[in-house]
């Protein structure tokens, strides 16, 4: 799933280059990096956030507890209230768009041509979220039956296809960013046509059928309701913050976007797709009532996050403005644009422990069937975020690097907050070994950023090389981390065997 995730993230980072090329900072992508955050926001708290977190340990019950037409008949009717209330809702905010924009990016109704692109844009995009949350179903699915490859491989066509359309076919329009909204529409027609084969092979694939009184259906809303809400944390702060950012000058949307799809790479890679694979572990473990196991799996979840996310703190800090100069800084993206970029990036990077930490701390509440508790922090959390975002953006002055702050410092909160009634209940009771864990990782840490900054340059030597040169250094110093890293793990005694469950 990691290896699907790591070629989807790339092509996702080539995506971006492609965009920021050629739209630059300005306002054809400040109003599509806002207006698609509207489906893509309501796709990670729908489909990849609270549906599968419900849908999972529900199906994974019934799995473990019923008969294969009882499954079935289940997948069914969740597949049919599904359909369609995405039908609905898709219609509504196609009827009454206007009004959408103004909820999502007020500031863009006082700039006439931000509020029609925008309100285009929206209309063209938003039943991408029809296609995306089907396929989340899809992949709820497979995943409950031990298929992980297929669900992780789907969004490399999604971004195939945009990287295509954005190369080949803008560049034909008058406006580019209508070709480039139209081809995220046909991305998720084909991501949705991709899930029937493997489905079939199952026997799974669903056929439409609506009772909302079916005991697993009731379930799954019950749990999914609350999980809106702490399932999507992130993103809802995230969301918080771009309707903010239609308030700040042009280009800030897009140099948080930027900042926000560097973020992606780790945690995309590896705590997206470790929450996803140990939700149905969890949720089996539950069933069984096998509360040890169920402990160790959170606990060597965590280790590893902490493994991952500590050293790509350090790299996306100490060479933020490399990497954003190497990646993006030509055509219309210029080095204002790169300047502004990386200090939102290294604002957001310093929460990165605590965004991947998130993605594996809620799934031990959802497996469980208990999302009162996750609900609760994450309400708590947005109220931490809006009021940090409206301090340190507009009051203090930090503009788009104060609300990428504000995101870091909430995604804290809700992990102490998570980590604490963990503990408290004793869902998750630390194992042994933490201290020698923690001295490994500290050591191999700083070990890691002394060589890192030694073979840092300066930004004016930097600018000096070519494109290739500046790639080839940065992925030089890249290499040398990674090695240094894993090296002085290995030199300390941690082993791969160690990092297995």
Not at 10 to 31: E, M, P
Not at 104 to 122: N, Q, S, V
Not at 188 to 214: A, E, M, R, V
Request: glycine share 6%.
């Amino acid at each position: 799933m990691s290896f699907w995730t790591f070629v989807s993230r790339i092509l996702g980072l080539a995506r971006d280059i492609v965009f920021t090329s050629l739209l630059g900072a300005g306002v054809a992508l400040d109003a599509y990096v806002v207006i698609t955050k509207i489906p893509n926001v309501f796709r990670r708290i729908f489909a990849e956030g609270a549906f599968n977190q419900a849908f999972v340990p529900v199906l994974s019950e019934y799995k473990e507890n019923n008969s294969e037409n009882e499954v079935k008949v289940l997948i069914n009717n969740v597949f049919g209230v599904l359909a369609s209330a995405l039908l609905v809702i898709t219609a509504v905010v196609l009827v009454i768009t206007p009004i959408f924009v103004l909820i999502f990016a007020p500031g863009f109704y006082e700039e006439p041509i931000k509020k029609e692109l925008a309100t285009d844009i929206l209309r063209i995009t938003f039943p991408y979220l029809f296609f995306v949350s089907l396929v989340a179903l899809s992949g709820s699915i497979m995943n409950t039956y031990g298929k992980f490859s297929i669900p992780a491989l789907t969004p490399v066509f999604y971004n195939l296809v945009l990287v295509c359309t954005a190369i080949w076919i803008a560049p034909l329009y008058a406006v580019p960013v209508y070709a480039i909204a139209w081809g995220m529409f046909v991305a998720g027609c084909i991501q949705l046509l991709i899930q029937i084969y493997p489905l079939l092979n199952l026997g799974l694939l669903p056929k439409f059928s609506l009772d909302l009184k079916h005991p697993g259906v009731k379930k799954v809303v019950y749990l999914m309701i609350p999980g809106i809400i702490a399932g999507g944390v992130t993103q809802l702060n995230m969301l918080v913050d771009t309707i903010l950012a239609s308030f700040l000058p042009t280009g800030s949307p897009t140099w948080l976007y930027v900042s926000d799809r560097l973020m992606q790479l780790p945690l995309g890679i590896f705590a997206i797709a470790i929450g996803t694979v140990i939700l149905p572990r969890l949720s089996s473990l539950h069933q069984t009532e096998n509360t040890q196991e169920f402990s160790k799996t959170m606990d060597w979840s965590i280790r590893l996050v902490l493994l991952i996310g500590f050293p790509a703190i350090i790299g996306l800090v100490v060479l933020s403005e490399p990497i954003i100069l190497t990646l993006f800084e030509r055509g219309e993206f210029l080095a204002a644009d790169t300047s502004k970029t990386s200090l939102s990036l290294i604002a957001l990077a310093l929460g990165l422990v605590a965004f991947m930490l998130i993605k594996v701390l809620i799934p031990g509440f959802f497996a469980r069937q208990n999302p009162q508790t996750p609900v609760k922090i994450a309400l708590a959390s947005m109220l931490v975020n809006g009021l940090l975002a409206w301090l340190l953006a507009f009051y203090l002055g930090f503009h788009h690097v104060g609300l990428a702050m504000a995101s870091s410092i909430a995604a804290y909160f809700s992990v102490m907050a998570l980590l604490f009634m963990l503990l408290k209940n004793k869902i998750y009771q630390i194992e042994s070994g933490w201290l020698i864990f923690f001295a490994r990782m500290i050591i191999s840490c700083l070990v890691m950023y002394f060589i890192v900054a030694l073979m840092n340059i300066d930004m004016v030597l930097w600018r000096e090389l070519d494109q290739v040169q500046r790639a080839v250094k940065l992925l030089l110093i890249c290499t040398a981390a990674i090695i240094s890293y894993a090296g002085i793990l290995w030199i300390s005694g941690l082993r791969i065997a160690d990092l297995r469950r």
